[in-house]
């Protein structure tokens, strides 16, 4: 999407929109987050000068970390108009460089942050919906017990309804967001009257005073404070849909003001009545409020989490189409939205993550010990490659690009440190889920570069091979066979493979190359192009983008306006079934990964699902590969 939008009609709607998908995680914050301050694992007594304090850090923060550096500077980095951090990897484009450390240091970099992002997703719906739903213990004790059973229903159902698609969920996102944030807004300027003296914290010097004055202790808070900005992947993750202008709109025509007047009067509560630090969000309520705020807050969460689980089901076709993650079922639930899809193996896994979460942790203040960990570290890999983009594609100085990081890093390792202490309190547990992800697929990445390379030491050129088709020609018999190719200018192994054993070929081969460009999309008139190689062989090009899946059957009804007929549902399609042996004779992965790389392939979505091939139509030719 274009960073200029032509019309200011244009952009409201847009940003009215953008509430609820880009800042239902950061907008539910204030549930949980000051609270965590004084009543949490490394929590300060509500003193004065602490809350003054804490207030002040939440403040900037929210300046720093949100509005510059991501509303700003990060955003600015996009890749044709799409955001996240496997877009930023593929602005930089290390697959084409030459092989080194760094190339290989960048790439995992970007898979590792792209890895914690999952454990975020399911952490998210777990904190958010278990902490508005802990507004009935507020309301009166006797509910205490429904709290859990509650939070686990409405989260199955939520993960049991997206294979319907969020289509018609997605239309009141912006409406309910837009009372949401009216409300929390109202809410604090009631507590600010309480206490007008608490707009003090605007000035940095309380928060510098925190840290002269409690030492460890102020400084381990950094851990519970980061929980205010918890959602800043998101705003460059959802830059894509909204575009750069409606999503800054919003936040700083909306959401920043709400949160801070929220904060600020929660802040004011607590200078009045600091022994009701265990939910002063619920507290700013007047007591006849309280059901329907919980209510209007189970409902923001439930937004907050639909737009994780969109995020996760984005972010995987990402990795799947840049080939750092096997081949999933991949289910398009909008016929005019591409970016409505629903991952069924993701899904379930997330279910299954956060239901268990809310599970074993019972409270969203037992969840927020392991909240922030993947984050913090997501954000420190987003501030290195930012500073690469800085340089390899702005072509900033390096003492302009390095000033900048190095004030960024500064800020984002704080948080980070502060964030490590929470580790054996929980946060180990996004982290190792974290690692695994990584391990797979970093390995399903390697293992494809391996794979590849083994399959090409006995291939010839596509030249060589007309040569000895045009001096020894094969039988030919009527029809259209497609070979799908991995490299333009080799045969395919298939082809080869099948012309050595059965010594035969249709009338019209189409030697099909899928190609993933690094750009999220490619329109449909530059998608193909055909080259007529002699003898009744065609290469056929298609190139899609990373946020596009494709289909092979669509593509070759495309062909006829560029001088090829082919009906899709009578064409033989061929492909390869690579049967994987794990042997150390081969130099290439430890054996184990090897192993593990073997059994992701085996269970693999089949290429057949992958590319909408008709499955009466493929003949797959098997053979042995040693890796």
């Not at 593509?555 to 064409?571: F, S, Y």
Request: glycine residues 8%; charged residues 15%; hydrophobic residues 50%.
């Amino acid at each position: 999407m274009s960073d200029s939008i032509p019309h200011r009609h244009q952009a409201v709607p847009l940003a009215l929109t953008a509430l609820g998908v880009v800042y239902g995680d950061i907008g539910t914050s204030p549930l949980y987050a000051l609270r965590e301050c004084f009543h949490g694992e490394h929590l300060l007594r509500a003193t004065p000068a602490n809350v003054l304090g804490v207030l002040s850090l939440i403040f900037w923060a929210l300046i720093v970390i949100i509005s510059l550096k991501y509303l700003l500077l990060v955003m600015r980095a996009d890749n044709r108009g799409e955001g996240g951090i496997l877009a930023l990897l593929a602005l930089l484009n290390p697959w084409r460089a030459r092989h080194g450390w760094g190339r290989m240091m960048t790439i995992s970099l970007g898979l590792f942050g792209a890895a914690l992002l999952y454990g975020d997703g399911a952490i998210t719906p777990a904190i958010s919906v278990l902490s508005a739903i802990e507004g009935l213990k507020v309301a009166t004790p006797l509910l205490t017990p429904v709290v859990v059973p509650t939070t686990i229903a409405i989260l199955i159902a939520l993960f049991l309804l997206q294979k319907r698609g969020t289509a018609g969920i997605g239309a009141l996102f912006g409406p309910v967001m837009i009372v949401w944030f009216a409300t929390i807004a109202l809410l604090g300027i009631r507590g600010i009257t309480m206490a007008p003296e608490v707009l003090a914290a605007v000035n940095p010097l309380h928060a510098i005073r925190l840290f002269a004055r409690d030492g460890m202790e102020g400084f381990l808070i950094l851990g519970s404070v980061f929980l205010v900005v918890t959602g800043g992947e998101a705003l460059y993750a959802d830059m894509g849909h909204f575009g750069r202008p409606p999503i800054r709109l919003a936040w700083f025509a909306c959401v920043l003001p709400a949160l801070l007047l929220n904060y600020f009067g929660q802040g004011a509560l607590l200078l009045r009545r600091p022994f009701e630090a265990t939910e002063p969000f619920y507290h700013l309520a007047p007591s006849w409020a309280l059901y329907p705020l919980v209510l209007l807050a189970t409902a923001a969460t439930i937004i907050a989490s639909q737009a994780v689980i969109s995020g996760a089901f984005s972010l995987t076709r990402q990795a799947v189409q840049l080939g750092m993650s096997p081949r999933m079922r991949i289910i398009q639930t909008s016929s005019e939205e591409i970016g409505q899809i629903y991952i069924p193996a993701v899904n379930w896994a997330l279910m299954g993550a956060t239901v268990a979460l809310v599970t074993g942790f019972h409270t969203s203040s037992n969840l927020a010990a392991a909240y922030g960990v993947a984050v913090t570290t997501t954000m420190v890999i987003t501030t290195v490659l930012i500073f690469a983009v800085m340089r390899k594609r702005w072509r900033w100085g390096l003492l302009s690009a390095s000033s900048l990081t190095a004030v960024l890093l500064t800020v984002d390792l704080a948080f980070f440190a502060a964030n490590m202490f929470k580790v054996e309190a929980g946060g180990w547990l996004p982290l190792a889920a974290g690692l695994a992800l990584f391990v797979l697929m970093k390995t399903w990445y390697q293992g494809r570069e391996l794979l590849s390379a083994r399959l090409q030491e006995n291939v010839i050129d596509l030249r060589t091979l007309m040569e000895k088709i045009s001096f020894a020609p094969p039988i030919r018999v009527p029809g259209v066979a497609v070979f799908m190719s991995g490299r333009l200018n080799h045969a395919p192994p298939m082809l080869l493979h099948h012309l050595q054993h059965n010594q035969v070929l249709h009338e019209t081969v189409v030697l099909l190359t899928v190609v993933t460009e690094d750009s999220p999309r490619v329109a449909a008139a530059d998608r193909l192009e055909l080259e007529d190689l002699s003898h009744g062989f065609y290469r056929l090009i298609a190139r899609y983008g990373f946020m596009q899946s494709p289909n092979v059957p669509v593509l070759l009804r495309a062909c006829e306006p560029l001088g090829l007929t082919i009906d899709p549902d009578e064409a033989s399609y061929y492909l390869a079934r690579e049967t994987l042996i794990p042997t150390e004779r081969v130099r290439g992965m430890p054996i184990w990964r090897e192993k593990l790389f073997a059994f992701m392939v085996r269970n693999a979505l089949q290429a057949t699902a992958f590319y909408n091939l008709p499955p009466d139509r493929v003949v797959e030719l098997g053979q042995q590969v040693e890796i």
